[in-house]
């Protein structure tokens, strides 16, 4: 599944100044690690936000916003953001920044 390469070119901009973002295939997208752990991400033409659980239903109502429901099932603390979320780079900025405000709260996923 091919994702979005000028999403990723924007959200690499929004982190090019950290020093701990690596990149990763995941969700049959991109995935940007910050500190090892999941951040953001992008599936196909989509944001894929990691979030606060405790209060990222208070940004459900924002332009392009929608539950991530990846299994079927909803993912508390994770929202798919389409285009008309993010169509100009302070919105972007906005998601990425939630994200990374989220990042050292967030747990890494355990090493298989």
Same mark, same amino acid.
């Given at each position: 599944?091919?994702?979005n390469?000028?999403?990723?070119d924007k959200?690499?901009e929004?982190?090019?100044?950290r020093?701990?973002?690596?990149?990763?295939k995941m969700f !049959?997208?991109?995935?940007?690690? %910050?500190?090892k752990k999941?951040c953001i991400?992008i %599936?196909?033409?989509e944001?894929m936000?990691?979030?606060?659980?405790?209060?990222? &239903?208070?940004?459900l109502?924002r332009?392009?916003c929608r &539950?991530?429901?990846?299994? !079927?099932?909803r993912?508390? !603390?994770?929202?798919y953001v389409?285009?008309s !979320?993010f169509?100009?780079q302070k919105?972007?900025?906005?998601w990425?920044d939630?994200?990374?405000?989220f990042?050292?709260?967030?747990?890494?996923?355990?090493k298989?």
């Amino acid at each position: 599944m091919a994702f979005n390469d000028a999403l990723s070119d924007k959200v690499r901009e929004l982190l090019a100044d950290r020093d701990d973002v690596t990149e990763m295939k995941m969700f !049959g997208g991109l995935c940007f690690m %910050v500190d090892k752990k999941m951040c953001i991400g992008i %599936v196909k033409d989509e944001l894929m936000c990691r979030l606060n659980p405790e209060t990222y &239903e208070s940004v459900l109502d924002r332009p392009g916003c929608r &539950e991530m429901d990846f299994t !079927g099932k909803r993912m508390k !603390g994770f929202v798919y953001v389409d285009e008309s !979320g993010f169509n100009s780079q302070k919105d972007l900025a906005f998601w990425v920044d939630l994200c990374l405000e989220f990042n050292p709260l967030a747990k890494a996923s355990k090493k298989k």
